[in-house]
């Protein structure tokens, strides 16, 4: 009998137990309220058992949620508080609460637990938009400590690394911003230049002259740009540079000659007539087999800064090495033009008369002002004027005039004319010739037979 009742007692006391473990607890209750969108009975009982000595952060972030989806943000943010202050790296807890602050209005805070939040879980997009949102807002000093904070960790990109040494820079903190931009410039990408352009700065203050060259060099060989390289090269000259400019000015003939008449221009036109003269120098050395183009450029270029002697070398070289008689006689009329027929004193010995007779208008007017008019007529008789330009054509016949008398420039006017030979445009002025030499039916049969074609030229 009294086994029978202690094994009754026992059985009671332990659905006793149970039903006491088996009850939910007051934040599991809560959250079954919350659940059914009874919320204000929830936040009832999470008051009641947060009024305790002891806070339950569960509780706390339960009532954190209840009070938000009632629309009271002001005690959701209160109550997120009080729980992050007890769990500071809760990054569910954090997002909610930035969330919350963001729809409040409360954009320092709102960027302080994102802060907070990206510190918890950090990761490159999340640092990149905690950077860019501190950088939107006026934040610079905390833009500043985030960039510091994760370039120490190797989060950052290049622009990112970029950015931070340019702050740094403009905060006179010279060393730790070229360290970064140093690092930027080892990752970025060939094209990138703003970054390197602040670094070459920085190499120059620090009287880092070899590294400035030489970074700039490097840079030069990957842009390949003539705006940008002509950037480096006058910021060395400007900084007293000089070696370094020349290096970099013959470095950009290498790279890309065709560009070289443009940046010695460039430079003569910003003061630099020494520099722009070592490259005009360094040009014509490369010069092998210069075409016609590059014969005006580089004759235009040395009238530019003054140096008739560059040119007068060119032919030499060009006579010594047995180049093309057409590239002699385009060399020295396009000295003749630039410097005046008698800067081609010096080198009249090595003009031949097979290279002059590549351009036989140009060669009678030499020997014209040679005083030789029996060798102009030479000269003047191979000329083709069809083959002129308008203007030349009509240079051409002054010459003609110059050289022969009335009667015969007309009979040559006649002879080339009837063999059709005679530019088109020196029609008008052949038959005022004819009328002055009283040759009437030779000016009668010019304009008779002057028929415009569809192509603009006339037939006889």
Known sequence: MKTSRQFVLMVVVALGVAAVVLLPRREEHAAMLASEGRHEEAIALLERQSAGSAKDPDALAALGRSHAALGDLPRAVEAFDAYLAMRPNDAAALRSEAELLLLGGSRDRYLDVQARLVAAQPSPASVS???????????????????????????????????????LAERGNWR??????????????????????????????????????????????????????????????????????????????????????????????????????????????????????QLRAFVQASALVGDVGAPLTKMAQLVRSGSDLNAQGKLAEEVANAFGKSALAAIRPFLSN???????????????????????????????PAQLSAERSTEWLTMLH?????????????????????PPELLPQF??????????????????????????HASR
């Not at 009328?435 to 304009?447: E, L, P, Y």
């Open 402 to 422: 110059r050289l022969e008398t009335d009667a015969e420039v007309v009979t040559r006017l006649t002879t080339l004319w009837s063999e059709g030979r005679l």
């Open 354 to 384: 097979e290279a002059l007779l590549t351009r036989p208008l140009f060669a009678a007017e030499l020997s014209l002002f040679e005083g030789n008019s029996e060798m102009a007529r030479w000269f003047l008789a191979r000329v083709e």
């Open 176 to 293: 730790e911003a070229r360290k970064w931009l140093e690092l930027a410039d080892r990752r970025a990408p060939a094209a990138a230049s703003a970054g390197r352009l602040l670094l070459l700065e920085l190499l120059i203050q620090a009287k880092e002259n070899d590294r400035a060259t030489e970074r700039a060099r490097a840079w030069m060989k990957a842009w390949r740009s003539p705006f940008l390289c002509a950037k480096l090269i006058l910021r060395l000259a400007r900084s007293g540079l000089d070696a370094g400019a020349s290096e970099l000015a013959s470095h950009y003939v290498e790279l890309m000659p065709d560009d070289a008449p443009e940046m010695i221009h460039y430079l003569a036109g910003k003061g630099r007539q020494g520099l722009a003269h070592r490259m005009l120098l360094r040009w014509g050395d490369r010069m092998s087999r210069p075409d016609g183009q």
């Open 129 to 167: 938009r905690l950077i860019e949102l501190f950088r939107l807002h006026g934040r610079e000093a905390d833009e500043l400590a985030t960039l510091q904070t994760y370039a120490r960790r190797g989060m950052l990109d290049e622009s990112q690394l970029e950015r931070l040494g340019t702050i």
């Open 431 to 456: 038959a005022d010739e004819a009328v002055k030499q009283g040759r009437i039916r030779i000016h009668d049969r010019i304009w008779n037979s002057v028929r415009y074609q569809p192509d603009g």
